[in-house]
């Protein structure tokens, strides 16, 4: 009797402290200024990898359903639009809906070491998974991700090898890199003006550094997802990777779990296309068995 009592106490702790829906933003979310913001360091092959979470809550008291936000290979480099909030916008956006948002930088990019590496990418990711995944007030049946362009193909070949990702999306990702064929003098040149390889002596191996693109595939890791739900979004109009990308992806991706939902007139950037966001926001916590 006193065992069985034990254990029906300890199962109400439990589900106290697990966070099985998100709360509607009225009544989940702290004002943005008051939330917990907490910066981090991973290191992955002796790199620093720079990045940081942000709370619905100032004081969080429950696990959350966590949402690990990925970029893509950036341009060239030139300043912010106006009507840019960045991924720092996206964060706040995906905290008001009562997740822990995840933004960081793979390395090459942003204040994170090293240079620029397709499947240096896909390790930067797990490394984070696994800090992310290791974090108080954090829920880890509940690790969700979000990939755009190049880091959407890091999303899935991570996914692949992990049976810790609940759902995840991918936008405007390619399903393969064969436009990684052309000259790899123009293609090295074109990323250190973008600032993505900052080494003269990098890389030591340009044809194993080449290969990382088709080792990466999406179309042929994406049979490999382990999770429950998978989204593809693409717009029809995207300058950089046709819509067949999209197709393609969800026609070998796992049979009963793939969606696909095409932006009419979208663009390469779509985390600028309120369509896209609203519809990712929603698939996420459709996942979760919420609506909004």
């Not at 049946?141 to 996914?159: D, E, N, V």
């Not at 600032?195 to 179309?219: S, T």
């Amino acid at each position: 009797m006193e065992g069985n009592l034990i254990r029906i106490l300890f199962g109400k702790l439990l589900d106290a402290l697990r966070f099985d829906k998100p709360r509607l933003r009225s009544e989940e979310a702290d004002p943005e200024a008051a939330r917990r913001r907490e910066r981090f360091t991973v290191q992955c092959d002796g790199i620093d990898i720079k990045g940081q979470i942000l709370f619905p809550s100032a004081h969080p008291s429950r696990q959350y359903p966590a949402l690990i936000i990925c970029h893509g290979i950036p341009g060239s480099g030139a300043q912010r639009p106006p009507n840019d909030p960045g991924y720092e916008g996206l964060s706040s956006h995906f905290s008001d809906l009562g997740l822990a948002t995840v933004i960081f930088n793979f390395r090459g990019c942003g204040d994170s070491g090293g240079n620029f590496d397709m499947l240096g990418w896909v390790r930067d990711l797990e490394a984070v998974v696994d800090m992310v995944l290791n974090t108080p007030y954090i829920d880890p049946t509940r690790l969700m991700i979000l990939g755009f362009s190049g880091g959407g193909a890091a999303a899935i070949r991570a996914a692949a090898d992990s049976d810790k990702v609940f759902s995840l999306a991918v936008v405007g990702t390619p399903a393969h890199f064969k436009l990684f064929e052309a000259d790899p003098d123009e293609i090295l040149s074109d990323f250190r003006e973008r600032g993505l390889i900052k080494d003269k002596d990098f890389p030591r191996n340009v044809d194993a550094w080449l290969r990382g693109f088709d080792e990466i595939e999406p179309r042929r890791w994406i049979a490999y997802f382990k999770g429950k739900h998978l989204l593809v979004v693409h717009g029809d109009a995207d300058e950089l990777i046709p819509v067949e990308h999209a197709r393609e992806i969800v026609d070998h991706a796992p049979a009963g779990i793939s969606e696909i939902a095409v932006i009419p007139g979208g663009v390469h950037r779509l985390r600028l296309d309120p369509r896209c966001i609203e519809i990712v926001s929603d698939w996420f916590l459709k996942t979760l068995g919420v609506q909004r």
